[in-house]
């Protein structure tokens, strides 16, 4: 028998879930961002290693479908959720330690960094995935576009914040300053998810789905729905897209188009405005007026993000005098209505298919999610290495990767199409639908 849903969450209950979203990218930003500036700068470590760190986060987040299936078949997701941000809390901690420990002692600090990044790895994957899987469960279908721009602005928000924030505090640098700072951060976000997250399940779920299966077992049953298959290689796709610009594109602008550094690092904020953008105008036009189906927002997104990169590269034929800031607005608004309509399509198809396995959905695209993640910023990069070498010609190097990635969304944009195009059945098999 399914899980019932007694109720759908409100507005406010939508809002308080975000502040999760918004805890989880607190906590990440000080991993992926300070703290690898301070190995790169401070400690003048190779980029690598916090590059292999980071990358080691993705690739533990491999494990996202077991925290879904766990979160399925024992209910009770508000206890993964907060289970998830303490073991990523305890590994920021942990990482901002190994900093410490690196300057003093090579090999205990990054012994002590690889046990923190797994740690951050196994806690964002079941926070996360438990989140999702509930907003999947709970959210009024009308509601979802909406709900999946709130959150996700709230997690952009716990991020820029804090990075902020914790940029004016860190200086002038010191190790004990350091540790205060995560500490605080981390400890904060704990209370706020747990507050956040109390009582809202009580209310919208009447009782776990008691089918329970061994682990294999559900994710083999999962894997042989077309819809979860089908639309597992749009994420992948799309998300390699999404990502591969990601460490290119500032040094872009600096080789091809003499931006200073201060310049790039604004390019980067006006493309994440642009982002914003894009997710407020889906949210506002899909849930408030009602305008244009998920599916058709996804694909608007990928067409219109492949037309942007496009655009990038041949800019990058005219060089320092060409209008690059308004086209990378452009990529980061397509990319906004891309990112959204794509979340609110898994929490609309987490819930169809055979049983309660919203969890382990989630889990199984939020896998593909971060290992495309992970792989798409390091092929990126190194297919400009390559291209540089080879061609000599940084425009051209550039430019090629650029049209490389405009590629895979089109490719992304004719998969939606077909995926999204067809209505899963209780079994699994896809049925001719919108």
Same mark, same amino acid.
Not at 322 to 330: D, G, K, S
């Given at each position: 028998?399914?899980?019932?849903?007694?109720?759908?969450?409100?507005?406010?209950?939508?809002?308080?879930?975000?502040?999760?979203?918004?805890?989880?990218?607190?906590?990440?930003?000080?991993?992926?961002?300070?703290?690898?500036?301070?190995?790169?700068?401070?400690?003048?470590?190779?980029?690598?290693?916090?590059?292999?760190?980071?990358?080691?986060?993705?690739?533990?987040?491999?494990?996202?479908?077991?925290?879904?299936?766990?979160?399925?078949?024992?209910?009770?997701?508000?206890?993964?959720?907060?289970?998830?941000?303490?073991?990523?809390?305890?590994?920021?901690?942990?990482?901002?330690?190994?900093?410490?420990?690196?300057?003093?002692?090579?090999?205990?600090?990054?012994?002590?960094?690889?046990?923190?990044?797994?740690?951050?790895?196994?806690?964002?994957?079941?926070?996360?995935?438990?989140?999702?899987?509930?907003?999947?469960?709970? /959210?009024?279908?009308?509601? !979802?576009?909406?709900?999946?721009?709130?959150?996700?602005?709230?997690?952009?928000?716990?991020?820029?914040?804090?990075?902020?924030?914790?940029?004016?505090?860190?200086? &002038?640098?010191?190790?004990?300053?350091?540790?205060?700072?995560?500490?605080?951060?981390?400890?904060?976000?704990?209370?706020?998810?747990?507050?956040?997250?109390?009582?809202?399940?009580?209310?919208?779920?009447?009782?776990?789905?008691?089918?329970?299966?061994?682990?294999?077992?559900?994710?083999?049953?999962?894997?042989?729905?077309?819809?979860?298959?089908?639309?597992?290689?749009?994420?992948?796709?799309?998300?390699?897209?999404?990502?591969?610009?990601?460490?290119?594109?500032?040094?872009?602008?600096?080789?091809?188009?003499?931006?200073?550094?201060?310049?790039?690092?604004?390019?980067?904020?006006?493309?994440?405005?642009?982002?914003?953008?894009?997710?407020?105008?889906?949210?506002?036009?899909? /849930?408030?007026?009602?305008?244009?189906?998920?599916?058709?927002?996804?694909?608007?997104?990928?067409?219109?993000?492949? #037309?942007?990169?496009?655009?990038?590269?041949?800019?990058?034929?005219?060089?320092?005098?060409?209008?690059?800031?308004?086209?990378?607005?452009?990529?980061?608004?397509?990319?906004?209505?891309?990112?959204?309509?794509?979340?609110?399509?898994?929490?609309?198809?987490?819930?169809?298919? !055979?049983?309660?396995?919203?969890?382990?959905?989630?889990?199984?695209?939020?896998?593909?999610?971060?290992?495309?993640?992970?792989?798409?910023?390091?092929?990126?990069?190194?297919?400009?290495?390559?291209?540089?070498?080879?061609?000599?010609?940084?425009?051209?190097?550039?430019? #090629?990767?650029?049209?490389?990635?405009?590629?895979?969304?089109?490719?992304?944009?004719?998969?939606?199409? !077909?995926?999204?195009?067809?209505?899963?059945?209780?079994?699994?098999?896809?049925? &001719?639908?919108?």
């Amino acid at each position: 028998m399914r899980s019932e849903v007694l109720k759908t969450l409100s507005w406010l209950q939508i809002v308080r879930l975000g502040l999760v979203q918004t805890c989880l990218g607190a906590i990440v930003v000080l991993t992926t961002s300070t703290l690898n500036r301070l190995m790169v700068v401070e400690l003048a470590l190779p980029a690598i290693l916090p590059g292999a760190l980071v990358a080691l986060h993705y690739g533990i987040q491999i494990t996202r479908p077991n925290w879904g299936f766990l979160s399925d078949t024992g209910g009770q997701r508000s206890r993964w959720i907060i289970g998830g941000m303490l073991a990523l809390a305890l590994g920021a901690v942990l990482a901002a330690y190994g900093v410490v420990i690196l300057e003093q002692t090579f090999w205990l600090g990054l012994g002590l960094s690889v046990v923190a990044y797994a740690l951050i790895g196994l806690g964002v994957g079941a926070s996360g995935t438990s989140l999702l899987a509930l907003l999947a469960t709970a /959210t009024a279908e009308r509601r !979802r576009p909406a709900a999946a721009t709130i959150t996700w602005l709230m997690m952009i928000a716990g991020i820029a914040g804090t990075a902020g924030v914790v940029g004016a505090m860190l200086d &002038p640098y010191s190790a004990g300053l350091l540790m205060r700072i995560v500490a605080v951060t981390c400890a904060t976000a704990v209370g706020v998810t747990i507050l956040a997250v109390w009582g809202i399940e009580r209310g919208v779920i009447a009782r776990p789905n008691p089918d329970a299966m061994p682990f294999r077992e559900g994710m083999a049953e999962i894997w042989n729905e077309p819809h979860a298959r089908h639309f597992t290689l749009f994420v992948f796709l799309s998300m390699v897209a999404y990502f591969m610009q990601e460490l290119i594109l500032e040094p872009y602008a600096g080789l091809v188009f003499a931006f200073t550094p201060g310049q790039s690092t604004s390019l980067s904020g006006a493309q994440n405005g642009g982002v914003f953008l894009g997710m407020v105008l889906v949210g506002v036009l899909a /849930t408030g007026l009602r305008i244009g189906s998920l599916r058709n927002w996804v694909i608007a997104g990928c067409l219109g993000s492949a #037309a942007a990169l496009t655009l990038i590269c041949a800019l990058g034929q005219i060089g320092p005098n060409a209008p690059l800031v308004p086209a990378v607005v452009a990529l980061g608004f397509f990319n906004g209505i891309f990112a959204v309509a794509a979340i609110g399509s898994m929490m609309a198809l987490a819930g169809q298919g !055979r049983g309660s396995r919203e969890g382990t959905r989630m889990g199984l695209w939020g896998a593909a999610q971060a290992i495309a993640a992970g792989f798409g910023g390091l092929v990126g990069a190194a297919m400009v290495d390559v291209l540089r070498s080879a061609t000599g010609v940084d425009a051209t190097a550039f430019g #090629a990767v650029f049209l490389f990635e405009a590629g895979l969304f089109l490719i992304s944009a004719y998969v939606a199409m !077909r995926v999204m195009g067809r209505r899963p059945s209780p079994d699994g098999a896809l049925v &001719p639908g919108e």
